[in-house]
Every structure is written in structure tokens, then in C-alpha cells.
């Protein structure tokens, strides 16, 4: 909860006690690498806070499951539009590594705003640093894979030995020998220069 207020104070100020409705309604949960936290053809009911670990969202593609984003330390992990929409997707979110995070229903989220309307502006700046981490993602995607790797390393440090060289192509949208073909070399270089 402390690290939550500290990162959403760095966006908007509010006192503790403005977070007790906020915190009568998160959920915080510990889940285990591999747990499906929203499955394919259904809908999205709680954004998640992330305090620790990676998850990743999978879009069904070619009849798989392809990684298209992944979600780190303070990011909000949900599927945005099924959340918004009260629809189902043909997305999945999958747990990376061991997470620790906040769940908040869309629910809390609308009876949070009506009581607390102060809110409103916090929620918007949290919606603009959302896109904002989403846009730069989508960066670090089109790039080509040598490149790309190393800056999703430096943006989620240890995600590497999370993500299998299938996932890794799909996310940079290109072939697993290229993947196979600079990742050694990458993670060596990477972990010998900390």
C-alpha cells in the first residue's frame, strides 16, 4: 500500500487518509509464475497494480497464444478494452514470474469516483501514463530484435530468463532463429556489464 501511494503521489498528491476508500476495496494477492489471471472468451473484471514481478498479455493468433505486451513493477496490468467494454477478448493474461499485486474491480473504480470525485484527476493522469508506457512498448517492439531485446532488459530487468524464445519472437515479430541467434550473446554481454 506504501508503494502505492508513493508512485501515485509522484503523480498527484493526496493525504493517506484519502487512500482509505482506495484501500478498503484492492485485493492484494501473490501469484505463482504460469497462473492464468484472465482466460481467453471471457471478460476482464479488476485492473491490477503491480508491486513485484512480470505478467504478460497474449492475443490468440494463428491459433496460439502470441505475447503482445508484458506489465512490470507499477505498471497496471488488465486488458484494457474487454475491462472498459464488459466484453470478452480473445486475449489471455498470464503470469511471467512470481507477482505480488492490487486488484481494483471497475466497480470500486466507479464507486471510488462518485465518492471521492477528487479522484477523477488522478485516474485520468494514471490513464495518460498507462498509453503513455503502452506507446513505448510498442517502440521497443519495432525494433529489430538485437536492439529491442536490451532495451525491454533495461526496462524490466531479469524478464529474460521469464520469457521463452517462442514468446520473445512473437513479441518482436520475427523468427525464433533470430531469437536463438543473438539472445545468448545479448544475456551474456548484459549480465557481465552489471
Known amino acids: 500500500m506504501n508503494q502505492l501511494i508513493a508512485d501515485y503521489n509522484r503523480i498527484r498528491k493526496f493525504s493517506d487518509e484519502s487512500y482509505e476508500?482506495?484501500?478498503q476495496r484492492l485485493i492484494l494477492r501473490k501469484v505463482s509464475r504460469g497462473e492464468i489471471l484472465?482466460?481467453?472468451d471471457?471478460?476482464?473484471i479488476k485492473s491490477r497494480y503491480i508491486c513485484e514481478g512480470y505478467l504478460g498479455l497474449y492475443h490468440e493468433e494463428k491459433e496460439r497464444n502470441?505475447?503482445?505486451s508484458v506489465f512490470g513493477k507499477s505498471d497496471v496490468a488488465f486488458d484494457e478494452l474487454s475491462f472498459r467494454s464488459n466484453t470478452p477478448s480473445k486475449t489471455m493474461l498470464k503470469v511471467l514470474s512470481d507477482t505480488v499485486y492490487l486488484g481494483f474491480t471497475l466497480d470500486a473504480e466507479t464507486e471510488l469516483l462518485s465518492k471521492k470525485p477528487e479522484f477523477y484527476s488522478l485516474a485520468l493522469e494514471v490513464a495518460h501514463r498507462i498509453n503513455k508506457r503502452n506507446v513505448e512498448q510498442q517502440e521497443i517492439k519495432k525494433r529489430k530484435f538485437k536492439d529491442g531485446f536490451l532495451l525491454l532488459l533495461?526496462?524490466?530487468p531479469g524478464l529474460g530468463q521469464y520469457l521463452k524464445n517462442q514468446e520473445l519472437a512473437d513479441f518482436f515479430n520475427c523468427?525464433?532463429?533470430?531469437?536463438e541467434r543473438y539472445k545468448?550473446?545479448?544475456m551474456?554481454?548484459?549480465?557481465?556489464s552489471r
Open 21 to 23: 476508500a482506495v484501500f
Open 38 to 40: 484472465k482466460k481467453l
Open 42 to 44: 471471457t471478460v476482464d
Open 66 to 68: 502470441m505475447l503482445f
Open 154 to 156: 533495461q526496462k524490466y
Open 175 to 179: 523468427s525464433i532463429s533470430t531469437v
Open 184 to 186: 545468448y550473446a545479448i
Open 188 to 192: 551474456n554481454n548484459h549480465e557481465g
